[in-house]
């Protein structure tokens, strides 16, 4: 298979570049630093503003651990679902419609059609929760595009897909011909999918979407072996299994992913700034944060070789993207 030079991208979109080339863990590993389109200079005030309000709240929390998210002096929480929108945007955590409004905070509604409001538009562009979410399909677009190299056919294969927009996102750089599988446990999300997929002037029958449960015993590996995937990813996947069932996971991306294959995932890093905020503030629930040994510790688990795996640290600090190839 060519693949293509891995240096800088620059889109209209988003860009990546590399600033050190690493090795942790014993994993290739590259730093690199994505920009999204609100990183530009008419937005450096929103953003260093949300930055400092948002620390101010993390700093609060971890001088108080004692404070739960349902805790009545957690005053933390009540300032963030301050704003109406940001309330009416916490029903679909931790699902694809959460993530949708914040991939593109140019939405001016959420799903359910309320508006959103000025302080939750801030917060979804600027919060490092929303920069790590953009980072983490920003790194996977690049290498995605470095790894399919000069393939003119593409087959795609999207876990826990939600409305499939960082997949449209990345896909669309990667001038292959390309058919996209979506699997998810949200039906609703995966309609909304398809008719986002338009947008993209993605062909109906270029696109296949299931509603499946991937932590039965079995559905993964037949779904890998009905799609035959050059690329699979898990944007946000892997981080809400335990320890146990991520290394069934691992074992079975490894013994279905194709030659020539690869497989991205996140986890959530366990040293990302502003956690507590994270956690008992806005009370996303369901992640497990990882260090890199600890998801390196996985792999090894399922005997994933390391000439096999490659890492990509955005310097936002908030995921770690890990890489498996076929």
């Avoid at 860009?15 to 994993?27: L, P, Y």
């Avoid at 310097?315 to 890990?322: A, I, L, N, T």
């Amino acid at each position: 298979m060519v693949k293509r030079p891995i240096n800088d991208i620059t889109t209209p979109f988003f860009s990546v570049s590399i600033v050190k080339n690493d090795e942790i863990q014993g994993i290739d590993t590259y730093r690199v630093e994505a920009k999204d389109r609100f990183h530009a200079w008419p937005h450096h005030i929103s953003r260093r503003a949300v930055s400092m309000f948002t620390r101010t709240l993390d700093r609060y929390l971890r001088k108080r651990p004692h404070l739960t998210l349902d805790h009545p002096k957690n005053h933390v929480r009540r300032i963030v679902y301050f704003p109406p929108a940001f309330r009416a945007w916490t029903a679909y955590m931790p699902g694809g419609f959460a993530t949708y409004s914040v991939h593109n905070p140019d939405h001016k509604r959420l799903y359910s059609g309320k508006k959103i409001d000025i302080i939750t538009k801030n917060l979804f562009r600027h919060s490092i929760d929303a920069i790590g979410l953009r980072s983490r399909a920003y790194a996977m677009a690049w290498y995605a595009h470095y790894y399919t190299g000069e393939k003119k056919d593409i087959t795609w294969l999207s876990i826990a897909a939600g409305t499939g927009q960082p997949v449209f996102d990345a896909a669309r750089i990667i001038p292959a011909n390309k058919r996209y599988y979506l699997c998810d446990m949200d039906g609703e999300a995966l309609r909304f999918a398809r008719q986002l997929s338009k947008t993209y002037d993605i062909d109906d029958e270029d696109i296949f979407t299931s509603k499946l449960d991937l932590t039965r015993e079995g559905v993964l590996e037949r779904l890998m072996a009905d799609t035959r995937p050059d690329v699979v990813d898990a944007m946000g996947f892997f981080e809400y299994l335990d320890d146990e069932r991520a290394v069934e996971v691992l074992i079975a991306i490894r013994k279905s992913l194709k030659s020539g294959g690869v497989f991205i995932f996140t986890n959530m890093l366990d040293t990302r700034k502003q956690l507590d905020v994270h956690k008992r503030g806005m009370g996303w629930p369901g992640v497990i944060p990882r260090s890199v040994k600890q998801v390196s510790h996985l792999m090894t688990k399922a005997k994933i070789q390391k000439k096999s795996q490659k890492l990509i640290l955005p310097e936002d600090g908030v995921y770690g993207v890990y890489i498996i190839e076929g």
